[in-house]
């Protein structure tokens, strides 16, 4: 069965780990959106490995992994990826795949990035200063640099001078130096000669591994809440991390899919700004954010903390039709005498279970919760059997109240710390 795995929430979720546990199942593995503002960690008796371009899938040696179209790419961190894989043993030829129509990420795209956010002040997106949106931006003002040209060395050079050009422009209004075209063009065709090799029209291959019946397993990145158009508008990312972008982001039509998998924690967290209803303050929230060490895999930021948000669980589960859960991070809950899981919203007297497009609602929002007794320990658990009741009768509420059963429980960070039902 060809499975997507996206996440449910504002991202972080744990969608490596899962990836990470189903990928000895399946052939292919599939990055279809965003780019390096992912941070997909999967530990493993080798080490920790964060992945932020290449399908997390790549550490067994005989799945073949794509970044599809849909994703930006900068070289510079790729290469980097890719070193640092080579370094413990792991091999990309004939195994891994770069779409020719992935758009490329460029330093003014970065730079970009970062002062528009020192421009909001306050208002800031909370973005990871990856270039990631302004990337998108130029992609949808088709002026972007696709991985196509690094094949093309006379369209690479093109395509550079033409951008350069309109960014100088924009770097003379802000006061800052303008770019020098030939140093941009040499790092850039150095670049080009290390991923050329790698880079094929995926859309027909993609095609051919599911004619020929090979299971593919998508990897999405960031999470429902974050998609640019049913997230919490504008504090999204400049993608969709939502079902439909699979296969935007991947060239295959809608029937290739047969189930999807949804991946939420067993509490909530986002980075960066924007609404977040459930948000525990002061020490509440410091302890789950230090029992699941939250700080972001790319940026190193501290993640906001809080109950368990079933209202945007629920909305998850409507768009993107999700067939399982895999519930993540349950033992950060260990030991807490109560849980609190949000059923609701109280907006203006009202009970609100829907989530607005206008995200300055939000902030008249109150949580309605229902509270349920905390357990004792559920780490390094593998049988389902074996959770405390208290555990039992937590995943259990989820499920009725999303009506999706769970397919998989994380009960620690490590590869074999998991419970499959």
Sequence with gaps: MNTLIIGMQWGDEGKGKIVDALAPSF???IRYQGGANAGHTVITD??????????????????????GNGMVVDPEILLQEMDTLREMG???????FISDRTHIVMPYHKSMDKGRENLLGNRKIGTTGRGI?????DKYARIGIRAAYFKDENRLREKIEDNVKGVNRIYKTYGLPPIDVEDMFDSYRSYALKIAPYIHNTTYLMNFYYQQGLNILFEGAQGTMLDVDFGTYPY????HPTVGGAFIGSGLPHKTLHRVVGVMKAYTTRVGNGPFPTELAGEEGNIL???GKEFGSTTGRARRCGNLDLVIAKYACLINGVDEIALTKLDVLDGLPQLKVCIGYEYKGEIITEIPANTEMYDEYKPIYKTLPGWDKTRGITK??????????????????LGVRISMISTGPKREEIIFR
Excluded: M, Q
Aim: charged share 30%; with cysteine.
């Design 384 to 401: 389902y059997e074996d959770l405390p009741s208290a555990a039992k009768r937590y995943i259990e509420e989820i499920e009725e109240r």
């Design 90 to 96: 792991i091999e990309f030829k004939k195994r891994f």
């Design 133 to 137: 949106g302004p990337c998108y931006v």
């Design 236 to 239: 999204t990312t400049s993608s």
């Design 289 to 291: 954010r230090e029992n």
């Design 46 to 67: 080798k080490g920790k490995f964060i992945f932020h371009h290449i399908p997390s899938g790549i550490l067994y040696p005989d799945k073949i992994c794509i970044i």
């Design 27 to 29: 052939d292919i593995i």
